[in-house]
Every structure is written in C-alpha cells, then in structure tokens.
C-alpha cells in the first residue's frame, strides 16, 4: 500500500515548457500543463476546470468579480463573456464605471505612487493605478442616471418596485454601448444580481431618486430568485474574480443545495487575517459552499494578468 501510495505521488513528472516564435495563447497553456509551476500550475488546472464547467450543459454557471476591474480596460473583455454565463454577481462599483464610460467616459493609467493629496486639489480620483477625473465618474453617474431612470419611470410598463436585477435589466436595455457589461447582459437575457447595490453613486442615485418618486427597491425578490436558482439546479459553477460580497453571495447561496460542483476563485488576498477575500474554496468546502468533490482551485494572482490569458484560452470571445 506505501508503495502504491508512492508511486501515485509521484507518477506525474515535471515537463519543460517549450516555447516558440508566434506562439498562441492555447498552446503556452497546453505547454505549461505538466510544468509544477506553483501558482502557473493552478492556473492551467483553473482554465481545465472552468473549461469543464461551461461545456457541462447541465450546469448553472455564475461569474462573480468586484467592481475595481471594471475601471480598466478589461470591461469590454468582460462584456464580451458574459454570454458564457448564467448569472453575474457584482458590486453597485460596476454599474457606476459601466455606467460611466458607456457614454464616453475617459478613465487614464496613472500611477500608484502618485500624490493623492495633489490629485484631489485637482479632482482626480485614483483607483489603484487608474486615474478619473471627477466629471467623468460621479458627475457622470448621476446625468446618465437620471437619463435613463426618468425615461423607465415614465414607460408605460413602469412598476413602481423592481428587484436590483430586473432594474438593470432596464438600464441595460436602454444603453446602446455594446462593450457595456449592462448592455450585453440585457441582450444576452442574463440576469446581473447585485446584493450590494446601494455601495456607491448608482446606490446613492436611488436613493435620491426614491425621494420624490413612486420607486421602491425590492432587494428581498433577488435573494427569491437565488434561492430558487439553488434549488432548481443540481449542477452549478462559479468563476469567482475577488471576494467581498460577490464572492460570498454566490457560494452563500450554493450552500442550500449541497454546494458548487465547479469552482474557480482568483484572488491576491492572504488567507491569514481570516477575510473572506484571503479564504480558499478548501474553507468553503467545510462550510458546505463547495462539495467535497468538487472541482475546484484557487489561483493567487492579480485579476488582471489572469483573466486576459484564461478567457483567450477558454475562448471566450
């Protein structure tokens, strides 16, 4: 038994990559499958396992991912998959970028060193390494916000009270970017839940708005439609980018059908503070968040190195 034990431990070989000229994406990751390359490996094994999960047509499949990224260039790639996907799981940051650059919003690298008492005499905001000029973020928010809000509350099909998915389902119908995340989703009739929805300007927009019209909220219709999600379906996935709240809205959720069954989180989070950004899915799995045999990895990386080569070799385009 020892031996057998062995030699199963170590029936795998480390492998060199091979490189070449003009290589493509598919075949660096194809060449990096047998190379033990710590988090290179888990990688590959995350692109193996999410391949997995959107090829099985039995599974129920959700993206979750926070809204920082949505601030760079990765917004029209991310856009581009949704149709991938069953569910999004996001934060209300999303929609305010989404929202924002859907009309021209220009969003500038900068620097993470720079000096942020001088951008704010200059009313920049940084995000990480990405800078946006004031106008073009909260001012910008509430002019498109109440665009398109007065245009749904004066449709003949208004409902005075919509769930945080169905009223970006509107907003989504109404833009006519197509590198937007709401635009895609709405053509792609896949439905964006956003449990956090009033953490930001778009938030902070309903609530002004909820003021002086006949609007209410129904954050409680969402949880329902999870719910029903979960117990509908024997067979779910998730690509998780981030923790936080989306993070933990899809696995939470899961849990009430014995766990996710397909399961990818990318995160640069350490798990020793405790925080749900740090735990990997193996934490999960003692919550009954993931099934004991599931397919799952935990990939420490940044968000945006992983998924540019992840959807490229999943080909999610």
């Not at 920049?124 to 245009?151: C, P, Q, T, W």
Request: charged fraction near 25%; glycine fraction near 8%.
């Amino acid at each position: 038994m020892a031996n057998d034990l062995k030699g199963s431990l170590l029936a795998r070989h480390v492998k060199e990559i091979k490189l070449k000229k003009r290589m493509r994406v598919s075949e660096l990751i194809d060449s990096m499958k047998e190379m033990g390359g710590f988090s290179g490996q888990n990688l590959v094994n995350g692109i193996d396992i999410a391949r997995r999960m959107l090829d099985d047509k039995d599974s129920y499949n959700f993206l979750s991912f926070p809204a920082d990224i949505i601030s760079t260039g990765m917004r029209g790639m991310i856009a581009d998959s949704v149709k991938y996907f069953d569910a999004i799981m996001t934060t209300c940051g999303t929609i305010d970028h989404d929202l924002a650059r859907a009309y021209g919003g220009k969003y500038s690298i900068g620097s993470f060193e720079a000096d942020d008492s001088r951008l704010h005499q200059m009313s920049i905001y940084r995000l990480g390494n990405i800078f946006i000029e004031s106008k073009e973020y909260g001012e910008a928010v509430e002019k498109h916000f109440n665009k398109i809000m007065n245009d749904i509350y004066s449709s003949k099909d208004y409902k005075k009270e919509y769930s945080p998915s169905e009223l970006l389902r509107e907003f989504g119908k109404r833009i006519k970017d197509r590198s937007s995340i709401l635009r895609q989703a709405y053509l792609n009739d896949v439905p964006i839940f956003n449990p956090g929805i009033v953490d930001g300007a778009f938030g902070t927009q309903l609530v002004l708005f909820s003021q002086d019209h006949d609007f209410k909220l129904n954050l409680i219709r969402d949880e329902l439609a999870l719910s029903n999600i979960a117990f509908d379906n024997k067979v779910t996935g998730a690509l998780m980018v981030g923790g936080g709240i989306s993070k933990h809205h899809v696995i939470w959720w899961n849990q009430f059908k014995g766990g996710l069954d397909y399961a990818v989180y990318i995160t640069t989070a350490s798990q020793y503070d405790g925080s749900l950004s740090g735990a990997r899915l193996t934490e999960a799995v003692s919550w009954g968040k993931v099934k004991e045999k599931a397919k799952y990895v935990t990939i420490d990386g940044d968000a945006t190195i992983i998924m540019p080569i992840m959807f490229s070799a999943l080909g999610l385009v």
